[in-house]
């Protein structure tokens, strides 16, 4: 009788012979890249920690509300309950120092009964229609895995029944995709960090059920994303393979962190190395994750998402532990917390360096004409990826913004996130003629040298090039150097400022507003010079406006936010670029600079 580890290595290795001739390496590469600091760590203790904090709170209410899962779930934070058949299963069967509930009963019976209230909605088939639910089958085959020996024999098979028909369901999509030419939306059936979990899901459930055929479909589309579908750079971009989508990459990140636990592959490990660089580099010192990279979300929240694949490397476990330590725990989020139960299970312990968001000064760049850098308490970033626009369909976002400048005390001070449809928030747009604008340009270029980084960025009617010298502690300067091409259009420099409602903004003139929804329009003459927010100072020279709010796109909604606290407030430039006709390149023509400073005393 063939073992469990039998048929897993036969089933990997069948994919590997027809899709991968090199197969699945089953050996650990050792640690290189991360310098050793310390040896001991809060992780994975903070995830048991939480864990046990909310638990009892769903057990309360399950017992307290027996409902059915779509009144539990549309009480807010209460989303994806059933990840939480992870939360008590790992609770009931690892022991931590955070944990008090190891081996208690009413951890055992909380799993118990959400596992057993999904039998009962997937038979009165009302849990599958629900929003990803293949993400809550994937936790509760994890649970099953955990519990399958407590189980009993009728509850083991009605859980093996329901999970058997749920995985199956994602058999055809996964089929469809497996041997598309490349695995983002142009050619999958849907976005790849969908097709990743579908591929991790029936990778798992082929392992804990004895499917060989399932092993073999999961982990050879999860081969692939380790190999050939990852940017060298460490992400997996979801429309264009050498742009960025950084927020779901964390969620394919995590289904190949997965495809290591179950295969040790090699190629896998490799893969997450990649991934915690990317990861670790754009990433603000408060935990956010820096939205010039990312072209499917403005902001993204600090991550739950597979921060286990991060624990194999020093300088990844340092990236948990900054994730975890800016992560809100005032509100319960079931979301968030499967998503700890998994980490809780998963997490490699170790020696931990310090990442570089939380190191003194680091500089990363991308292959592609974008990177990063951090000065003391500033970050700034500067992207010139040209992306194909589609203006069809409503989740990518248009890449037009150019600049994001962070600073440890005042937080994101200019939000360098994307927007849809809306030229107006672009750094830079170029009239066409016919009420048309173009925000976009036609070639980039980044330099970084020791201390200061240059963008150059070329459009129909001008160049410019963002200038960011060396900031001090309490100073960044950001200057624009403006060459015209030709006839002169009307253009415009913009900068999104991100302002505090219930905050006072104060200009130059002496005016101060409360920030609230009120409409503010300032021109020149009332900001002279200079405006004032949230412990930060902009000051400049040259003729500009602002307006506030200016709502961005959401392309949840398929339209723009409706949230103050997604607002920005725009801050025009006019160009007013003087070039003549008889002169195709006008060097030098305008040259602007605007000086942020933040009080660091105060």
Known sequence: MPTRRTILQQALAASAFFLYPTGFALAMPKETSA???RNEAPLPDAYFRRLAKWCPVIAKRLKDEPLPLKQLEATKGWNHLPYNVLSAAVLYTKANPANPFYRKPEMQKLAFDLGDLMVREDRAGTFTPRLDSYRDTYMWLEAYQLLKNELGAERKSLWEQSLRRNVSLLIPDIMLSRDAAQYTENFIASSPNHLAWWAATVLIAGIYLNDRSWIALGGGVLKRFAT????????????????????????????????????????????????TTFHANFTYPDGNLMELFNDRNRYWHISAWGQFAFSHFADGRGYCELLMNHMDDSEIDLDALGLLAMNALYYHDGPVALPPPTQPSYKHRLTAEAGARKTGPWVTALSGIIDTPLPRSQWFLDRQVNLSLFHEKAGLIVNGGYSKHQPELATFRESLGNQEWNAQPKGSLLSQGESEDTLALAFNSFSAEIQLPAPTADEAIVRVDVSGRGPAQEAYLTLQLCLQEGQALTTGAGHTLTVDATHIKLNAVDMNGSIQHNGWTLKLKDEASLEWPVYPYNPYRNGPETLLKHAVALLRIPLKLQSLKEHWMQPHERMIELRFQVNTRA
């Open 35 to 37: 310098v050793e600091t």
């Open 228 to 275: 050939t579908e990852q940017n060298p750079d460490g992400y997996w971009g979801e429309h264009n393979p050498n742009a960025p989508t950084g927020g779901y990459n964390y969620l394919s990140a995590m289904a190949v962190g997965v495809f290591w636990e179950h295969t040790k592959d090699e190629d896998a490990l490799k893969a997450l190395r990649r991934a």
